[in-house]
C-alpha cells in the first residue's frame, strides 16, 4: 500500500536539545511538506521541496533545517533554536506537474519539549 | 495575508440536521479548491474537491458549492452524523504554485 510515514508518533526532547522527525512516502510523489499545527490554529508551513536537493522555506521556518537527499524522504530537524517547538507536526506530499490537486498527509508527529 | 479564510472557527450542529462550513478566498488565480477532514493527533485526509470551471460537486452525503464572483466556497454535510465532529479545513491552489494555501480550519461539532 502507498502512502506517507511519519515517526515517531510522539517524541520528547528536551531543552536545548536538537531532534530530527522522519517523514517517508512511496507514492513517487515529487514535492513534500512540513507543517505544523498548534492548538486552536491552522496548518503553517515550515519548509517545502519540490525536487531532490532542493527546498524552501515556509512561513515559519525560523529554528527549523530539512534536507531532501532522495525522492522519498524529507526529514525536518527541530534545533535548540526554535523558541516554542512543542507542536503537533504533520508531513505531506503531493504531485505537481503546475498545479497542486492535492496533498497527502502522513498521521503526525507530537513533539513535547521537557 | 490570509488568502483563504474560515471565519467561523466553530459550529454546533444537531446530528441529522445540515452542516455548512463556509470559506472565502481573496487570490481570483485560484482554480482548485479542496476540502480536508481532520480528527485530533492525526493527519488530515481529503474529503471532496472542486474546480473552478465547477460551481458544484457532489459526493455521498457531502456537496461543495463554488461561488466564484463571491470568491466562496461551502462544504455541505446532509445529513450530518457524530463521526463528522473534527476539524474542516478548506484549500486552494492556482495554476503555477507547488503549494495548497490551507484556511484556519472550523471545529465542527454534531450534537447527538
Known amino acids: 500500500d502507498g502512502g506517507i510515514t511519519q515517526s515517531p508518533k510522539y517524541l520528547f526532547r528536551k531543552e536545548g536539545q536538537n531532534v530530527t522527525l522522519s517523514c517517508e512516502q512511496n507514492l513517487n510523489h515529487d514535492a513534500m511538506y512540513w507543517y505544523r499545527q498548534d492548538p486552536g490554529q491552522g496548518l503553517r508551513l515550515i519548509y517545502y521541496?519540490?525536487?531532490?536537493?532542493?527546498?524552501q522555506k515556509g512561513d515559519i521556518a525560523e529554528g527549523y533545517s530539512v534536507s531532501r537527499e532522495k525522492k522519498e524522504s524529507f526529514p525536518l530537524t527541530v534545533t535548540s533554536a526554535q523558541k516554542n517547538p512543542t507542536a503537533f507536526y504533520l508531513c505531506?506530499?503531493?504531485?505537481?506537474?503546475?498545479?497542486?490537486?492535492?496533498?497527502?498527509f502522513g498521521s503526525g508527529t507530537r513533539l513535547t519539549v521537557v | 495575508d490570509q488568502q483563504v479564510k474560515q471565519n467561523s472557527p466553530s459550529l454546533s450542529v444537531q446530528e441529522g440536521r445540515i452542516s455548512i462550513l463556509n470559506c472565502d478566498y481573496t487570490?481570483?488565480?485560484?482554480?482548485?479548491f479542496l476540502w480536508y477532514k481532520k480528527y485530533p493527533a492525526e493527519g488530515p485526509t481529503f474529503l471532496i474537491s472542486?474546480?473552478?470551471?465547477?460551481d458544484k460537486n457532489e459526493d455521498g452525503r457531502f456537496t461543495v458549492f463554488l461561488n466564484k464572483s463571491a470568491k466562496h466556497l461551502s462544504l455541505h454535510i446532509v445529513p450530518s452524523q457524530p463521526g463528522d465532529s473534527a476539524v474542516y479545513f478548506c484549500a486552494a491552489s492556482a495554476q503555477g504554485n507547488e503549494k495548497l494555501t490551507f484556511g484556519t480550519g472550523t471545529r465542527l461539532t454534531i450534537i447527538p
Open positions: 505531506a506530499s503531493s504531485f505537481f506537474s503546475g498545479i497542486n490537486y492535492g496533498y497527502t
Open positions: 472542486i474546480s473552478s470551471i465547477k
Open positions: 487570490n481570483s488565480m485560484f482554480d482548485y
Open positions: 521541496s519540490q525536487i531532490v536537493n532542493d527546498f
